[in-house]
């Protein structure tokens, strides 16, 4: 199976435990669809096959932010093998809205931190 490069993003954000980071997204092309990949720290992601590098981006992003990754943006560095450096603009993404939590659940944690900082 021929794979091909098409572009390369920039992808940008924090990590699940809070630490900024910045890491090229290799965008493939497979027939009439695409894949992503990212490679960050121990972890390899690809990305199910879309049917365009936007959607394929989309799922990138919602598989990061189910793992608990925020602020996450995309830029395109590389089109067709040219480097464009950072003319292009940078497509933001939205967190995920947090996970509903009962009153009760709330107001437990708020003792809980107060209980492990004291």
């Known amino acids: 199976m021929g794979t091909t490069p098409q572009d390369t993003y920039q992808l940008a954000g924090l990590d699940p435990r809070e630490r900024g980071f910045s890491r090229p ?11 992503v990949l990212l490679r960050y720290e121990a972890a390899r992601i690809v990305t199910e096959p879309a049917t365009s590098q936007d959607a394929a ?38 967190d995920p809205p947090p996970p509903h939590r009962s009153l009760c659940a709330t107001i437990r944690s708020w003792f809980q931190r107060d209980h492990v900082s004291a």
């Open 57 to 94: 981006l989309q799922l990138l992003i919602t598989a990061l932010h189910g793992q608990g990754y925020r602020q996450l943006k995309t830029q395109v560095s590389f089109r067709n093998g040219a480097y464009l450096g950072s003319q292009e603009s940078w497509t933001e993404y939205s």
């Open 25 to 35: 997204v290799e965008v493939v092309h497979e027939g009439q669809q695409y894949r």
